[in-house]
């Protein structure tokens, strides 16, 4: 808990940083058109990625293969659209590297490891009918 209170303090300082130091490099109005831009890019690919992500998920299940892959694209898909939409340039690298399917697959292992360990201590627990 204590490191999330952290990161909530810390990323909002640093997004406010490069986006300041970004309009002193580059302008103001091109720094506003990139975060605009990505926000844009970021509610487009929400509705688009995650349609297709539910659409995956539901031809696993209709074919009786267990879904596991499509919800985890999908979700990381998902999240990398709404960190996209996130003002600042660092969440916007994020969420680009979440929605790329090339590198999304760098975030999988992680993923799983942290699914594993929480169904080790109980934390998750599957039910199947």
Do not use: C
Request: aromatic content about 6%; cysteine-free.
């Amino acid at each position: 808990m204590r490191k999330f209170l952290m990161l909530l303090i810390a990323v909002p300082i640093v997004e406010i940083a490069v986006v300041l130091l970004s309009g002193k490099l580059i302008g103001a109005i091109p720094t506003l058109l990139l975060i605009v831009g990505t926000g844009v890019l970021g509610v487009y690919l929400a509705k688009t990625k995650g349609l297709n992500a539910f659409q995956q998920l539901k031809r696993e299940i209709e074919k009786g293969r267990a879904p596991g892959d499509a919800i985890i694209d999908g979700v990381l898909t998902f999240i990398g659209s709404i960190v996209l939409i996130l003002p600042g340039f660092i969440s916007d690298i994020i969420g680009i590297l979440l929605v790329i399917p090339i590198t999304r697959k760098l975030f999988k292992p992680a993923i799983y490891y942290w699914l594993r360990k929480k169904m080790k201590n109980g934390q998750i627990i599957l039910i199947q009918k």
